[in-house]
């Protein structure tokens, strides 16, 4: 194996890393845990600075503080990356942190609802800060005419590894007469594999290119990270209009996708009445449908284009809110879980190689930031939502309806965008289908 290989392969291996993460604590089992243990406390309710919170508001509500508190800290990450030679550092520095927060969720139960909450918190902005640096190496790790595969790859890796933790949390699940402790275990096993594999590929094989760019005299990194934030918008916003216009789109239809994510599973148990073993049970599916899903999209993006291909898995987003919101018995799930898994990897990974062929060389970190932002910082919105729905309505089932206009408003911009006008104008190589 070359040396480009071999950085690409433990680029990729991050995703394996962290999707245990991503499988087990946000996507499977941390939410409706925390709304089972809230429903011990005494009324059913978790009292949280004299307000009783709802039991499926709770975890949506911890989901929307951490991604505010990357929106304040993500443009300083990205300043620091473009203008140092951290970029690998700080990876690895969030990526274990988030880890070991992680496996602290160990010690969550009845008496310390709020210590589980901050844990995940602490976790979610981890695991968001990092992704900003292991986004920021995809142009330096691949040519523009290899970014899909390579992006698509990582998703796909992600998708393995999520699916074979979740397979051993229902193992344990199985075997063991304790549903708490097992859970209890699980979420840790997601921190300790986060942490192992980290340490193993992305810690060894990724290389720290030096930065070309210094912070200027008398500077702080603080103020000038403000001030570059605004500056990357403002630069955006009158040389790449278009990069600009993605960007916004993206912010929309992928707030509707981390929010699916987020609150589907508070959804089955709560409306569906589906049980923790079927719960990973579907999960599970979804993990290995979606490593194979993602590589049949990206072979249709090679076809007709990513942004073409997007769009087609947007439109199955919106079709599969609405088919939720009929759905009535825990079977009907299956299908439709294969179907989520078809669109899931590929929506995602499409939309980060086509952000990194749009922005000009060198200041990958800046603006990886202001994706980041747009990907954690606005999924604040859906789950804020879905969770002020539950608060006062009492039905997830409702809460569902209002994601369908982002998935919408997001095709509609995403088709206004000229993707290879947008590519040349950030100064890029354009690809020969885009």
């Not at 429903?39 to 929307?64: D, H, M, N, R, W």
């Not at 919408?408 to 690809?431: C, D, S, Y």
Request: glycine residues 8%; aromatic residues 12%; proline residues 4%.
């Amino acid at each position: 194996m070359d040396n480009k290989q071999r950085e690409i392969t433990g680029w990729a291996m991050y995703d394996w890393a962290n999707s245990a993460f991503s499988a087990v604590v946000v996507t499977v089992l941390l939410g409706p845990y925390l709304a089972a243990l809230i429903k011990t406390q005494p009324g059913g309710v978790l009292l949280v600075a004299g307000t009783a919170i709802e039991p499926e508001a709770f975890y949506p509500f911890c989901v929307s503080i951490s991604v505010i508190l990357q929106v304040i800290f993500l443009p300083l990450l990205g300043t620091l990356a473009d203008h140092t030679s951290l970029k690998k550092a700080l990876m690895m520095f969030f990526a274990y942190t988030g880890a070991a927060a992680t496996l602290l969720l160990f010690f969550t139960q009845g008496g310390s609802i709020l210590l589980g909450g901050l844990l995940f918190i602490i976790a979610n902005l981890s695991f968001g800060a990092a992704i900003v640096f292991y986004n920021a190496f995809l142009p330096d790790i691949a040519v523009p005419a290899e970014q899909d595969s390579v992006s698509s790859k990582g998703f796909a890796y992600g998708y393995i590894a999520g699916g074979i933790m979740l397979g051993l949390s229902l193992l344990l699940l199985q075997v063991m007469a304790d549903t708490g402790l097992a859970i209890r275990i699980s979420l840790a096993g997601a921190g300790l594999w986060w942490l192992v594999f980290t340490l193993l590929f992305p810690q060894r094989r990724l290389v720290q290119r030096n930065s070309i760019s210094t912070l200027p005299a008398g500077a702080n990194y603080l103020t000038y990270s403000l001030k570059m934030f605004f500056a990357t918008l403002k630069e955006m916003a009158q040389n790449y209009p278009l990069t600009l216009r993605y960007l916004i789109a993206y912010l929309i239809y992928n707030d509707g996708i981390q929010t699916v994510n987020t609150v589907a599973t508070i959804f089955a148990v709560a409306e569906l009445g589906i049980e923790p073993r079927q719960l990973i049970g579907v999960v599970l599916l979804i993990q290995f449908v979606a490593a194979p899903g993602a590589i049949l999209f990206n072979r249709l993006a090679g076809r007709i284009g990513a942004k073409y291909t997007v769009a087609i898995t947007l439109a199955g987003w919106a079709g599969l809110l609405i088919w939720a919101y009929f759905m009535r018995t825990p079977g009907q799930i299956w299908l439709w879980a294969v179907v989520e898994a078809l669109v899931l990897g590929s929506s995602q990974a499409l939309s980060r190689s086509i952000f990194a062929k749009m922005i000009p060389l060198h200041q990958e970190s800046a603006y990886f930031s202001l994706y980041e932002i747009s990907e954690r910082g606005t999924s604040w919105i859906g789950p804020i939502v879905f969770g002020l729905a539950v608060q006062f309505t009492g039905s997830s089932r409702v809460a569902l309806l209002p994601l369908i206009a982002f998935f919408v408003i997001g095709i509609a911009l995403l088709l206004a965008t000229n993707m290879r006008q947008a590519i040349a104008a950030a100064g890029n190589e354009v690809p020969a289908v885009v």
